[in-house]
């Protein structure tokens, strides 16, 4: 039961442009949202989060955009950098410590 | 603190053969997690602890499965008969408490690749 989804399994976009990578949730118990970076042959690590009482978090070049009534999150990341190339994971919790990831989407920027 | 620390990095062995593989979370964290990466799934959570006591096993795939923590610096994943189907990436990862925007982050381990031939 895939509760998180990120339906874009890659993205391709040129370094300078802006990056969006979208997800989509079901389980509208969850409260907590968070965006994880993965390069090879690594563990996945943290990047940004935002909860349900927003709609909006910022940091640096990155950016969480909450719409709760459509359950979809995305992440922007500008301007992009070839070193962002990396898979990025959704995952999303609801307040029981119980973190679920979507699939990944594999992002490339190219120079 | 080094992180959460995985062993072994590469595990190949044959189908059949008995696979343990082991964690050590973050010190201080009161939560432990054990994901399962594969093309087709993406990151699947298998089990949750909380302060040594397995809180979640639904993701377990099959009786196969089983993970202990038998204290707060120490947890396997055991895979008894392996199978070909069981090949993936394998991790750990820790965090602590609950509520808050720091309580629930996650910091991972490298992951114990395993192929099963």
């Known amino acids: 039961d895939q509760q998180v989804k990120q339906n874009s399994p890659s993205l391709s976009v040129q370094e300078g442009r802006i990056s969006i990578l979208n997800c989509d949730y079901t389980n509208s118990m969850f409260d907590y949202f968070l965006w994880y ?3 090879p042959a690594e ?3 943290f990047l940004i989060s935002i909860s ?4 909006k978090n910022e940091d640096g070049r990155f950016t969480v955009f909450l719409n709760k009534s459509a359950k979809h999150l995305s992440l922007h990341i500008v301007p992009s950098q070839p ?3 990396a898979v990025y994971f959704c995952a999303a919790s609801a307040n029981n410590n119980d973190m679920r990831f979507g699939a990944g989407t594999r992002l490339t920027v190219k120079p | 603190d080094a992180g959460v620390i995985q062993s072994p990095r590469h595990e190949v062995t044959e189908m059949g053969q008995e696979v343990t593989l082991r964690c050590k979370p973050i010190s201080g964290h009161d ?3 054990w994901y399962r990466q594969t093309m087709m799934r993406g990151l699947e959570l298998l089990i949750y602890f909380n302060n040594n006591v397995p809180i979640d096993d639904s ?3 099959e009786d196969r499965f089983s993970a202990k923590m038998p204290n707060a610096s120490f947890s396997t994943l055991k895979i008894q008969p392996s199978e070909p189907r069981d090949s993936a990436v394998y991790f750990c990862a820790s965090s602590w408490g609950t509520g808050g925007l720091g309580a629930n982050v996650l910091t991972f381990g490298a992951g114990s690749r395993l192929t099963v031939l």
């Open chain 1, 83 to 85: 070193g962002d190339s």
């Open chain 1, 37 to 39: 970076k993965k390069y």
């Open chain 1, 52 to 55: 349900s009482i927003k709609d």
């Open chain 2, 31 to 33: 939560y432990l997690f």
């Open chain 2, 59 to 61: 993701g377990m795939p």
């Open chain 1, 43 to 45: 563990g996945p690590t």
